[in-house]
């Protein structure tokens, strides 16, 4: 096929997306990936392994990491970002420093969970799924950690704590009250 | 003198409350003494309120104290920690403790005691026996005793394993798997995460019997991305266990072959439904699937697929090695075996309980469990996690069956009990639920999409006192509507503990339409 060199049409054809031009990947953060597709991309329904490998590779799966994966599955982008948006666990967005997740569930509930939640927004003076204006913090939420005798827990960058008070959120997190 | 053992958990709920560093300052300490150890980490016994808990081999058994905080430890060894001595959280042999004493520990007959990555010390506490049984037997006769033990589904649907299996050995297919359901995503339950961190070998033996019997060479354990201690145990454990040839190409010389690989979920609690799981382990969103055809026909990429729950798979091996009579002689009724107990939230003894079909949530709630952690009396407890019913008092004394607790409109579920003091507001445990069930649909269906959405309206209008008699009957309306609608127990079930909170705990409904004087409404 004859190059396209007419770019008037090439402009109203949808969707023209040049990766190298549009894409704010870094150079490291495209070799990350294709080092993780490179590894995983032929194990059977390989998506979610390739989206964990992403983010605990870059902390989260950029927006522009979406074309490229579909590309390497031959996937729709529409197809990758579905199952992106579908999981609560992959993020879009750079997270802070430290991730937490705070677990919301009945068990940590019946032991002070619900005005741990509360004291961990006001101290951090964020909300679930955001990041302290310090960049210190990303808060998501978690729907039980498996630490149901032990409430209520917290996992700070994987690492699991329980019997979480509001005093030992302050110690652990070090964040002054 | 021989180098003393001295035993600290890995367990995550034992790092949750500092086991790392007293193990390290187990550590340090002895070597600051001059004293020769052998610190070994681990499963864990499964009473949790004893964490971090340190024990230490001796002639009469395993000593044992707690919980351990690292500034304890330089007294432990001054008190004489490597040969027992008495110390003030001296436990004693740890085996005559009633909370365990009192159980009829058979899929967790490990629990505590081993080094969980070891394969030797696995092999050495009846480990692999069940599948060398597996391994002279015809495949037939291998589902006939996982059939005559009795054994459901521990996930909560409590299907026969056994047919289940069978289904799959009778489906044509080329390649078949095995998928274990380590989605454990109901909150109150932590039996499948102590197998998959504290036994991951069981889990894998008993999937590998599995292949054996059913045909199936690949096995997926779909694990949730919450349980990452759990993903490190399982992987350290499969590799010891190809390096060992019980897995891979002709495992121990018989011919069989069997592959096993660990997938991370992605904080979905819809995944806990098999379907689900299945579309998730394909690389796709959640969504559940419409059955028939059902998965031990059409599963994993279109084949057939036999799948189970940790605890059910991990239940096979003492099956094949004790008999199928052993397992059936513990239980009551169609219950057959032992169901691990997970006892959560506000309670005194918090852990696990693995106790025959049978047992009152009155003996779990107060003999095991000591009562509330609070010391305020217990006022309701939800059994089988997030879509499980609340349970009051008058029916503490049930016995923990499937078909005692269905005849009720509660289930047995995974065996989660998550205990409530009187502080407990129940309209907002109710609401709760309904939010609960929106943040985690998969949307396929309306009446859990939607229903769950206009289910947290309707409880916040009706809390608020707004039209109360309207709103209830609304209400009711629509857990009929999910109840009766929804495409799987996401939907199906959310009303229950709605329901059971709104039967129950009616007054707490009330609050507001009593606080107030009844305003007078001008519709125009």
Not at chain 1, 32 to 41: C, D, F, P, Q
Not at chain 1, 95 to 120: D, F, K, N, S, T
Not at chain 2, 305 to 334: C, M, Q, W
């Amino acid at each position: 096929m004859a190059p396209n060199t007419d770019t008037s049409t090439f402009e109203r054809r949808s969707p023209p997306i040049k990766l190298a031009e549009l894409s704010s990947l870094s150079a490291a953060d495209s070799a990350a990936i294709n080092a993780v597709l490179a590894r995983l991309k032929n194990l059977p329904g390989a998506l979610l392994p390739i989206l964990h490998g992403v983010q605990d590779a870059l902390g989260y799966v950029p927006k522009d990491a979406v074309p490229v994966i579909a590309k390497s599955l031959n996937l729709s982008r529409a197809e990758v970002h579905g199952v992106i948006s579908f999981y609560h666990w992959y993020r879009t967005e750079k997270p802070g420093e430290h991730v937490l997740h705070l677990c919301r569930a009945e068990a940590c509930q019946a032991v002070g969970g619900r005005a741990l939640e509360a004291h961990v927004k006001t101290t951090l003076g964020i909300d679930f799924h955001e990041t302290t204006a310090d960049g210190r913090y990303t808060l998501e939420p978690a729907y039980c950690l498996g630490n149901c005798a032990v409430g209520p827990s917290l996992m700070i960058d994987g690492a699991l704590k329980g019997r979480v008070t509001a005093d030992r959120f302050d110690r652990l997190t070090g964040v002054p009250a | 003198m021989s180098v003393a053992t001295i035993y600290v958990s890995r367990d995550s709920t034992a790092i949750s409350l500092g086991a790392d560093e007293v193990a390290a300052a187990i550590t340090a300490e002895a070597a600051r003494i001059g004293l020769d150890i052998k610190l070994v980490r681990n499963s864990s016994r499964g009473m949790f309120w004893l964490e971090p808990l340190v024990e230490v081999a001796t002639d009469a058994g395993r000593i044992g104290y707690g919980p351990v905080q690292p500034e304890d430890v330089a007294s432990l060894f001054a008190a004489g920690l490597t040969h027992g001595g008495r110390h003030p959280l001296s436990l004693d042999l740890v085996e005559e403790i009633p909370y365990i004493k009192n159980q009829e520990r058979l899929t967790f007959a490990r629990a505590g005691i081993t080094d969980p990555v070891s394969l030797a010390d696995y092999r050495a506490h009846d480990g692999y026996k069940g599948l060398q049984n597996a391994l002279a037997m015809e495949p037939a006769a291998i589902i006939a005793a996982v059939t005559d033990s009795g054994l459901r589904g521990r996930g909560g649907a409590a299907f026969p394993a056994g047919i289940k299996w069978k289904t799959v050995a009778g489906a044509e297919g080329a390649q078949k798997y095995i998928v274990c359901n380590g989605d454990e995503g109901d909150s109150g339950t932590f039996a499948d995460r102590m197998v998959c961190e504290g036994d991951p070998f069981v889990l894998i033996e008993g999937m590998t019997i599995a292949g054996v019997a059913v045909g199936a060479t690949r096995g997926y354990i779909y694990l949730r991305c919450e349980y990452p201690y759990g993903e490190r145990a399982l992987n350290e454990a499969i590799k010891a266990a190809y390096a060992a040839n019980w897995l891979g190409a002709n495992i121990q010389g018989s011919g069989k072959h069997f592959d096993l690989e660990v997938r991370m979920g992605a904080g979905a609690y819809i995944c806990g439904e098999e379907t689900s799981l299945l579309e998730s382990l394909e690389g796709k969103r959640g969504m559940v699937r419409f059955k028939p055809p059902l998965p031990a026909i059409k599963g994993l990429f279109g084949c057939p697929t036999v799948i189970n729950n940790v605890i059910t798979l991990a239940s096979v091996p003492i099956i094949l090695d004790k008999g199928a009579e052993h397992y059936k002689n513990f239980g009551v009724g169609r219950s057959r075996g032992t169901l691990p107990v997970q006892l959560a939230g506000n309670i005194k003894h918090g852990g696990l309980v693995e106790k025959a079909f049978g047992v009152s949530l009155r003996d779990l709630l107060y003999t095991f469990g000591g009562g509330a952690l609070s010391g305020r009396p217990i006022r309701t407890v939800q059994v089988g996690g997030p879509l499980g019913a609340y349970i009051p008092d008058s029916q503490f004394d049930l016995p923990l069956d499937y078909e005692a607790y269905a005849k009720v409109n509660n289930m047995v579920g995974h065996g989660g009990i998550t205990v409530f003091d009187d502080t407990v507001d129940m309209a907002e445990q109710a609401r709760f639920s309904m939010e609960f069930c929106a943040t985690e649909s998969c949307g396929k269906c309306t009446p859990c999409r939607i229903g769950s959405t206009r289910g947290m309206e309707v409880i916040d209008r009706l809390v608020a006192g707004d039209q109360p008699v309207k709103q209830e009957a609304l209400l009711r309306d629509l857990c009929d509507t999910m109840l009766a609608g929804s495409l799987c127990a996401l939907g199906g079930m959310a009303p229950f503990p709605v329901l059971s909170a709104l039967n129950h705990f009616p007054e707490d409904f009330q609050k507001s339409s009593q606080q107030q004087t009844p305003r007078v409404r001008v519709t125009s």
